[in-house]
Nanobody
Framework: QVQLVESGGGSVQAGGSLTLSCAAS????????MGWFRQAPGKDREFVAA?????????HYADSVKGRFIISRDFTKNTVTLQMNSLKPDDTAVYYC???????????????????WGQGTQVTISS
């Protein structure tokens, strides 16, 4: 089992910044991908960003956040951080941290493929 605890959500005005953090504990060995998803009221859960550790480390972003958000992973602390800049009202959602073991299917942007989830943290952006 892996436990995930998120922190850092809150409310800011449009154009502001927030940083989300997620700490993993438990059986963290062999975590392949750490990612962030979000879900706004009445909408499906959507991919935000992921960091994949497989023969090196790569980062991936949804088009809607590319250039504004930065995801990073600290292997020594078993944490993943999402730095969110130039926030927009459309970024308002509950943000979830998730991790998955090594697998090729489904893709990293499909929430179905993630094995463990955090409890979620609310991010609210006012205009």
């Amino acid at each position: 089992q892996v436990q995930l605890v998120e922190s850092g959500g809150g409310s800011v005005q449009a154009g502001g910044s927030l940083t989300l953090s997620c700490a993993a504990s438990g059986r963290t060995l062999n975590i392949h991908t750490m990612g962030w998803f979000r879900q706004a009221p009445g909408k499906d859960r959507e991919f935000v960003a992921a960091v994949i550790s497989w023969s090196g480390t790569s980062t991936h972003y949804a088009d809607s956040v590319k250039g504004r958000f930065i995801i990073s992973r600290d292997f020594t602390k078993n944490t993943v951080t999402l730095q969110m800049n130039s926030l927009k009202p459309d970024d308002t959602a509950v943000y979830y941290c998730a991790v998955r073991r090594p697998k090729t299917d489904p893709s990293y942007y499909d929430y179905v493929g993630y094995d463990y989830w955090g409890q979620g943290t609310q991010v609210t952006i006012s205009s």
